[in-house]
Structure formats: C-alpha cells, structure tokens
C-alpha cells in the first residue's frame, strides 16, 4: 500500500486547506484511514479517523469543529478538509491507514504517506 499526501501549504490564520491522500491499493475501503500531524519540537497527534464505511468518525480535541475527515473509497481517497485554521495547526501532516483503528489509535498504522507541510500565519 502506498499513500500520497498533497494539498498542503501557506495560509493566514481563518483561512481553509484541504488535505488529500491517494492510495494505491485495491481494498481502500477495508481501511481504517487516519491523519497524523507533527509540529515542530512536538510529538504525533492523532488528528481525525475514519472507519472502513465512513460511519465512525474520531476528532482530536484541538480540531473538533474546525476539521471534517471524509472520503471516497471509489477513488482511493482520504481527504482532511481545515477551516477556521490557527497557528497551532501548523505541522507536517501525514495520512495513514491500516486494517486496525487499534493501530491507528496507538500510532502504529501499517501504512503512512510522506507529509505536507501546512503553514498558518497570524
């Protein structure tokens, strides 16, 4: 399984990005899909997950209501739409996947893409 991140960049604070992640494998949706991200001098969090369906959704506290996790399991695709962004929200941000929310949880996700840095400016 490979992953593909895009859709990161340079923004001012209230402004909106959405992230995108492309996987290349036949059993997208046999996958919990989740969003990492990693800021400077700080560990992981776990951002937002999304079950195999859609139908179970996780927010980190710091994103509820600002970050909607979504995708299209005809096109391979995991998507991170961002609104209302603030300078904590700037990081590297990786998606990642894995048959397991167990793992996702623990940050041990089989499967990660290789980052897009999101820039929030005040």
């Known amino acids: 399984v490979q992953l593909q991140a895009c859709g990161g960049g340079s923004v001012q604070a209230g402004g909106s990005l959405r992230l995108s992640c492309a996987a290349s494998?036949?059993?997208?949706?046999?996958?919990?899909m989740g969003w990492f991200r990693q800021a400077p001098g700080k560990e992981r969090e776990l951002v937002a997950a999304?079950?195999?369906?859609?139908?179970?959704?996780y927010y980190g506290d710091s994103v509820k209501g600002r970050f909607t996790i979504f995708r299209d399991n005809a096109k391979n695709a995991v998507f991170l739409q961002m609104n209302s962004l603030k300078p904590d929200d700037t990081a590297v941000y990786y998606c990642?996947?894995?048959?397991?929310?167990?793992?996702?949880?623990?940050?041990?996700?089989?499967?990660w893409g290789q980052g897009t840095l999101v820039t929030v400016s005040s």
């Open positions: 999304i079950s195999p369906s859609g139908g179970g959704i």
């Open positions: 494998v036949r059993t997208f949706s046999n996958y919990y």
């Open positions: 990642a996947g894995d048959n397991s929310m167990a793992r996702i949880s623990a940050q041990r996700a089989s499967y």
